[in-house]
């Protein structure tokens, strides 16, 4: 398994679960990876074919619903209220989600011309992925910190090879369909809010406050070419204002932490199998987008059923 973000890790637990011995080798750890940004919800975003996108994603939202019980996966079910300034279509997917419902008049501030209002999966990234880590090596995997100059590397030794490495694909796999969306957040301490406020209505920016259990993540960007990690300040400054404009109580709030991350954008996402030059079988799971975290539990019992079918018993 190459990758030890939100996609290799969920589809190392499965494979690993399933009885499939796993090693995960991965350049960079968390908190160093692109999921440990994450803001994250549940929640299709720049992620394609739409029809595959559905039924990832609505078989992840299942899963985030069962671990929301377990308090050390970091997942909190909280209400989303999403705004729109203008007449706005339902979503393609909102067959994924249960109970979504126009908002009311008074639902929404004035400058808004309606909104949608929802229930979804708040994940904790930093401690949903050490608990994706624990239950991994619970279960017997292994992983190891290196990088990898291509394929076949991994596959010395290995029966299969399962490519889950986001961005990296781009020189694994010399994919030039791959490129980085840059996202930039502000964390800040929560004073108190308990609901997702979306605007993706805007031309000109997207805002999102996502209120986890202490801190609420501030956003956002959606850089389709940038690659710099560096946070910039009129950026964070922007995002701050938007955020307040749309939650009041977060005037003042106390800043904790820039973070900026690369998410894998492509025209699709990319899992399906394949074999390396000497046959070694190789099952690729990459290019998720702005969704990866949404998507990740559907894509990895996938993986699971390409990896049964390319390994003899
Ligand atoms: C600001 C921001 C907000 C976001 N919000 C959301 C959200 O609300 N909901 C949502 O669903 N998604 C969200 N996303 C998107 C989500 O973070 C990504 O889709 C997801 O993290 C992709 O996961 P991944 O495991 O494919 O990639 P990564 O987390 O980047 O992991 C890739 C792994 O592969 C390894 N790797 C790469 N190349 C090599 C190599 N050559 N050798 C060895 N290892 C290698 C890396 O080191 C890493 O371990 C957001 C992203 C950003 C930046």
Same mark, same amino acid.
């Given at each position: ?45 720049? $992620? ?62 004035? $400058? ?123 950026? $964070? ?77």
């Amino acid at each position: 398994m190459i990758g030890c973000g939100v996609i290799g890790l969920s589809a190392a637990v499965r494979l690993q679960e399933a009885g499939f011995p796993v090693r995960i080798i991965a350049r960079d750890l968390p908190p160093a990876t692109t999921s440990s940004v994450a803001a994250a919800i549940w929640y299709p975003y720049r $992620a394609y074919p739409q029809h595959r996108v559905l039924d990832w994603g609505r078989r992840t939202l299942a899963v985030f619903h069962e671990l929301a019980g377990e308090r050390s996966a970091g997942i909190l079910l909280r209400d989303v209220t999403e705004l729109f300034r203008f007449p706005t279509p339902d979503p393609w997917w909102l067959p994924a989600v249960d109970g979504i419902r126009r908002c009311t008049v008074d639902e929404v501030p004035p $400058a808004y011309g309606g909104g949608l209002t929802f229930r979804t999966a708040v994940v904790e990234m930093p401690v949903y992925l050490r608990y994706l880590t624990m239950r991994f090596h619970a279960a017997g995997g292994r992983i190891e910190q290196g990088t990898l100059d291509s394929l076949a590397e991994a596959g010395a030794g290995a029966a299969a090879v399962v490519n889950c490495s986001g961005l990296g694909a781009r020189q694994l796999t010399h994919d030039r369909q791959l490129l980085p969306i840059r996202g930039q957040v502000v964390l800040v301490e929560n004073p108190g809010v308990d609901q997702v406020l979306l605007d993706e209505s805007d031309p000109h920016a997207i805002t999102y406050v996502v209120p986890r259990s202490t801190d609420c993540v501030l956003g956002g960007t959606a850089e389709a070419g940038a690659k710099s990690l560096e946070p910039d300040v009129a950026t $964070a400054e922007a995002i701050v204002e938007r955020c307040t404009k749309l939650e009041p109580r977060l005037a003042g709030a106390r800043l904790l932490a820039h973070r900026v991350g690369l998410r894998p954008g492509r025209p699709a996402v990319r899992l399906e199998p394949d074999h390396l030059p000497d046959g070694t079988p190789c099952v690729h799971n990459y290019g998720h987008g702005g969704s990866g975290v949404t998507l990740s539990w559907g894509c990895a019992d996938d993986v699971v059923g390409l990896i049964r079918a390319a390994l003899p018993e």
